[in-house]
């Protein structure tokens, strides 16, 4: 099924995880295959599989069928995967960027739409999701929010991964929530352009040259040092690890940066905007 064409599903339980994890370790073991010999065959890696074997990272429907298929387990992994139990909402073609993010060491962000994830208040977060059309219930939108807050822990880290946003003042000048919301997302972006290992910079209106003008991506390094890029649309996203297309992203980042504001300016920036709000 394509990424763009799934529905929106509930992301799965932790304990649930660790139990299709554990049935997956049972079974490949019962192969003969060890996890590095099973990643090179599926192409995904030693630590992939690792990774699902250890919980902490879900098993996709699509791979739990072929793993079915070469392991002989007879439908055990698609049935486990698609009755795990669910906790909260997280559209199911983000799931597999936002495994990424935790284990990034290096995260780049050019936002043009919306303050990114994670930068937001909850009342900004909250604000961005109430937008939605067509709406969600409030039970949802508490869950979506309690979900975002608790994503930025990595950038609260001990040793959190080197950060760098590019954010289009276009994206600071639209009020979403009302007066409050805005003044609150003002100071807290503010905050952050002092912490250290954090880089914000502001794209300014009014350039005559833009390399970003297609729209948000973000960018990710892995502890392998492998690159992968992460676009978002209306329908679903794409998680690109082709090494040309991430580099045509990368250089449009690179550019981004030399065009947006400094990080002195920023704050100025940001310091004048909270005068005027």
């Known amino acids: 099924m394509s990424t763009t064409t799934r529905s929106r599903r509930s992301r799965r339980n932790a304990s649930a995880m660790k139990m299709v994890g ?15 010999s099973l990643g090179e065959i599926f192409v995904v890696g030693e630590q992939q599989i690792a990774s699902i074997e250890q919980g902490r990272r879900p098993l996709k429907i699509d791979l739990a069928e072929q793993l079915d298929q070469l392991l ?7 049935a486990a995967v698609s009755e795990m139990p669910e906790v909260d909402l ?7 960027y936002l495994d990424r993010e935790r284990e990034a ?11 990114p994830g994670q930068l937001q208040t909850e009342n900004y977060a909250r604000a961005v999701f109430r937008s939605r059309v067509p709406v969600y219930d409030e039970d949802e939108t508490e869950q979506l929010v309690a979900a975002r807050m608790e994503r930025q ?5 001990k040793n959190p991964p080197t950060t760098s946003f590019v954010i289009w003042e276009a994206v600071l000048r639209d009020r979403l929530g009302g007066r409050e919301v805005y003044v609150g997302q003002l100071r807290k972006l503010r905050e952050y352009a002092e912490m250290p290992g954090i880089t914000i910079q502001v794209l300014p209106l ?8 297609h729209g948000p991506f973000v960018l990710l390094e892995t502890p392998e040092h492998q690159r992968l890029a992460y ?12 090494p040309d297309g991430v580099g045509i992203l990368t250089q449009k980042y ?24």
Request: hydrophobic letters at 45%; a negative charge; zero cysteines.
């Open 22 to 36: 554990a049935l997956l370790a049972l079974s490949r073991e019962a192969a003969g295959y060890t996890q590095k």
């Open 72 to 78: 002989d387990t007879k439908g055990a992994l698609v």
């Open 90 to 96: 997280v559209p199911l073609w983000a799931e597999e």
């Open 105 to 115: 060491i290096a995260i780049s962000v050019y936002a043009s739409l919306a303050v």
């Open 153 to 157: 822990e990595i950038v609260h880290r």
């Open 206 to 213: 009014g350039r005559t040259s833009h390399a970003g003008p």
């Open 231 to 242: 676009m978002e649309t209306q329908r679903g996203s794409q998680l690109i690890a082709d």
């Open 254 to 277: 690179v550019m981004l940066r030399t065009q947006a504001l400094n990080t002195e300016d920023t704050r100025d920036l940001l310091d004048r905007l909270l005068g005027e709000a």
